[in-house]
């Protein structure tokens, strides 16, 4: 729980990032937006303080920390205080859930992803926004951690890497893009979305 109480510990400073940094942010509303589903029940898994789920249009958020929760909620999006690795949610719950970079911050990304595919409806979506260990973005995150407290503690995921992970849980169909910032020119920044459906089976880890 290290890398999520850094969050909790300094809510205001990580929800007033999104209003100095407007032009990213809003590159990052964009993208996710060809993915979100307009129809059906959403979840976000580490919603924060609703900088994505609420202009998305997500209903439901879970995140650890309290104090973006209060933040969340006036944002309009009805929270429930859990992690990740442990949903207090039942099964096949919802047609979608959305995980916008809080794989980078979670104790055990392979028992998240199997908790979502058991929270999701057949043939329901996960959509997973993350940083790319080895593009541009990825690169100076993990080279200047000291001078990005919340990236800190952060642990970075190829495309690979979690494609691998994403289907070891029982999703199909994964569909993959990547963003262009402007600080980047015209070379992928490393913000990438990568899209799954969960298929009927369903194991749980051990």
Wanted: hydrophobic share 40%; with cysteine; aromatic share 12%.
């Amino acid at each position: 729980m290290v890398r999520s109480a850094t969050f909790d510990k300094k809510a205001e400073i990580y929800d007033r990032w999104f209003d100095e940094h407007p032009r990213i942010y809003q590159s990052e509303v964009t993208a996710l937006e060809k993915f979100i589903p307009w129809s059906g029940l959403g979840l976000e898994i580490g919603v924060g303080t609703a900088r994505f789920a609420a202009p998305l249009h997500i209903e439901y958020g879970v995140d650890p920390s309290p104090n973006t929760a209060w933040i969340a909620r006036d944002r309009g999006v009805n929270i429930i205080i859990g992690k990740g690795e442990d949903l207090p949610l039942c099964d096949k719950s919802f047609d979608y859930v959305l995980m916008a970079t809080v794989v980078h911050f979670l104790d055990d990304l392979s028992r998240a992803l199997t908790e979502t595919h058991r929270v999701l409806r057949p043939k329901g979506l996960l959509i997973i926004s993350f940083i790319e260990r080895e593009s541009p973005l990825g690169n100076e995150y993990c080279n200047d951690k000291e001078s990005k407290p919340f990236f800190k503690d952060a642990i970075f995921y190829t495309v690979e890497r979690l494609r691998s992970l994403v289907l070891s849980v029982g999703f199909t169909n994964i569909e993959v893009i990547q963003t262009i910032f402007e600080d980047y020119g015209s070379v992928p920044s490393g913000f990438v979305i990568m899209k799954g459906q969960r298929e009927k089976r369903f194991t749980r880890n051990k």
